[in-house]
């Protein structure tokens, strides 16, 4: 009776639960993960049975994250690999090209039907002054990020730029590689189909590499992400209902949060890569030291900004077709970088204006390389950028377009300089942690080189240390629940 009340304990823990998903922050993943490595340690040698293997523990971690939307990934990954087949296997090019726009037609289709059929519907009713109820869609975890990589997968085989996988197996392993599967980064085949057949040891420094991206992760994300969004989820939750000052805060907290976050979870999936003898590529570069809008999207979701250069700003004529078709390019691009963060205008807009600022940098290029290279014009030029974007923010995280206007007005119309000291008196950890993070972005980067090789060389009792320390930071930190990544929901 017994044994059957701990197996029937351990398939409850084990079973998808909608309201509490699998991620890299929860105890459960690590308990798996450790029981994971030595297995595949073992299988490293026997490429197939490895492969087999680490696809049946991405598929089992996007069911613990997603449900059943597992069986999309495994349909829409068998419908690439076929056509990508057709495509080098047929001569006329009307049918490769068929075969490509089948492959992305089918992938797009997924995606806009999971995440823009209520966007659509809605604002047609809006148009056309119907009763519109919405579908009853729940959106599949990382569908945007995996669907990115299909399709940059199948345009890659059609130029020659790849060649398709020998087997289905090799291509479900890339397009559901757990570490960047529902969050990214994008991986790209042409950088990670090489590294399957390679079946690559990870060194011993490579491993504590990983080891130590992970624990800066957790860092990030366990504890100041989740705990700085505890004050930043009041503000964007009642936008009225704070002074200018305290809403200023919040803003400034969430821009700090969702990079904590993110950069967190891309330091975890890249460090648990690494230790598994792959390499993903790097996602985030310190993009608050950006001076313009074109620097932040070379130092911000790194792998997101070249996937839309490299599929959508070049395929549209990039900068070959005169100077007005660049703007136009660049302010396109942002808008389906926009739109593929969320169903929502004010996702659009975020888009629209990121891709304005871009075109306004470019069109000021001559004028701005006249100005010297002082301190106070890097100043100012930080401070412009700095705004820009986090104003843009408040339209990225309220629930709403109205919310963020309110927000915007609070700030501007409500602000008074009486709320400082009692706001700071109020919030002190929250303060401390808000140092801690902005801070961290005004040191050189050959200071975090210094660290990272400091703990590569140290001896197993302080590695050990640091863990522990960290392990225990979490648990006096965290919240009541693990609190998802944010961009789960993209």
Partial sequence: MEMSNIFHNICEVLRFEADNPMIFSSGLFWVLFIIFIPVYALLKKRLWQMVAFVVAFSLYFYYKSSGGFFLLLIGTSLIDWLLSKLVVMVEKRWVRRLCVFASIANSLGILCYFKYANFFMWNWNMMVEGNFQPLDIILPVGISFYTFQSISYIVDVYKGVVSPTRTWLEYLFFLSFFPALVAGPIVRADYFLPQIRENRHATTDEMFGGLWL??????????????????????????????????????????????????????????????????????????????????????????????????????????????LRTYVNNFLTMLVGGLW??????????????????????????MLRRLPDIWIVRALSWGLTMVYV??????????????????????????????????????????????????????????????????IKAPWAVKLLVFVVVVQLVIEFMTENVAPFIYFQF
Avoid at 342 to 364: D, E, P, T, Y
């Fill in 214 to 323: 992970i624990i800066l992760g957790i860092i990030k994300k366990a504890i100041i992400a989740d705990y700085i969004a505890q004050y930043n989820d009041l503000i964007f939750e009642s936008p009225t209902g704070y002074s200018g000052l305290e809403s200023l805060m919040g803003l400034i907290g969430y821009v700090m949060q969702i990079y904590c976050d993110f950069s967190g979870y891309s330091d975890m999936a890249i460090g648990i890569a690494m230790i598994m003898g792959f390499r993903l590529m790097k996602n985030f570069d310190f993009p608050y030291k950006s001076r313009n809008l074109s620097e932040f999207w070379r130092r911000w979701h790194i792998s997101l900004s070249t996937w839309l250069r490299d599929y959508v700003y070049i395929p549209l004529g990039g900068n070959r077709k005169g100077t």
């Fill in 341 to 366: 963060h969320g169903a929502a205008w004010k996702f659009v807009f975020w888009g629209a204006m990121h891709g304005v600022g871009l075109a306004v940098h470019k069109a000021c290029q001559p």
């Fill in 390 to 455: 986090s104003l843009l923010f408040v339209f990225f995280r309220a629930a709403s377009w109205e919310d963020s206007w309110l927000i915007v007005e609070n700030i501007f119309t409500n602000f008074s300089l009486e709320y400082v000291v009692p706001f700071f008196t109020a919030r002190k950890v929250w303060a401390v942690m808000m140092v801690v993070i902005i801070g961290s972005h005004c040191l050189p980067s050959r200071v975090y080189d210094r660290l990272e090789n400091w703990f």
